[in-house]
T-cell receptor
């Protein structure tokens, strides 16, 4: 079954304690990205990757890191989480070709609370 | 600055009637548009898309209309069903682009 898998689904952590949210896709997609969803703000892109070892900032990258060492995995790293990073996070993957990014497949989401 | 806007946070419609969800964009370079549907506790799922070479695209009960001069697109659901109750996001991209820009979402409730 084609899917994007994120873990964990729920996470409560304390300010400053490093954490990683994992994301894996089984569709051989070149393009992967992370979004956060906040009330009244919709989905905002944090980082994206067009292929292995190629990453770029989205609209709200501050406080986040990513890596793309393998095609299937795209972890999101919060080195020193702060309360304003409390949000619902989604990982997504798509094909990327000459005509650009195609429609995305999204993971189930990770609800992060930073206290 | 929000490049894609959905000005109606919520919409209620009777079962069997038409639901019309609206989306406006500001970037004239956008030429590929998508709608996603999101149920609670799930990720968004792709619904329908349209490129700027068309002004209409249909898929079953779902039709997307694009008015490039007005920088406006709309999603029509006919007839609406209770299972259509969800949050709908529109998204836009430049053809050949590497990012999608999402709207803030419209929560649709279809009343049985």
């Amino acid at each position: 079954e084609a899917q994007v898998t994120q873990n964990p689904r729920y996470l409560i952590t304390v300010t400053g304690k490093k954490l990683t949210v994992t994301c894996s896709q089984n569709m051989n997609h070149e393009y992967m990205s992370w979004y956060r969803q906040d009330p009244g703000l919709g989905l905002r892109q944090i980082y994206y990757s067009m292929n292995v070892e190629v990453t770029d900032k989205g609209d709200v990258p501050e406080g986040y890191k990513v890596s793309r060492k393998e095609k299937r995995n795209f972890p999101l790293i919060l080195e020193s989480p702060s309360p304003n990073q409390t949000s619902l996070y989604f990982c997504a993957s798509s094909f990327f070709h000459g005509q650009g990014v195609t429609e995305a497949f999204f993971g189930q989401g990770t609800r992060l609370t930073v206290v | 600055d929000q490049q894609v806007k959905q000005n109606s946070p919520s919409l209620s419609v009777q079962e069997g009637r038409i639901s019309i969800l609206n989306c406006d964009y500001t970037n004239s370079m956008f030429d590929y548009f998508l709608w996603y549907k999101k149920y609670p506790a799930e990720g968004p799922t792709f619904l329908i898309s349209i490129s700027s070479i068309k002004d209409k695209n249909e898929d079953g009960r779902f039709t997307v209309f694009l008015n490039k001069s007005a920088k406006h697109l709309s999603l029509h659901i006919v007839p609406s069903q209770p299972g259509d109750s969800a949050v709908y996001f529109c998204a836009a991209s430049e053809w050949g682009g590497n990012q999608f820009y999402f709207g803030t979402g419209t929560s649709l409730t279809v009343i049985p």
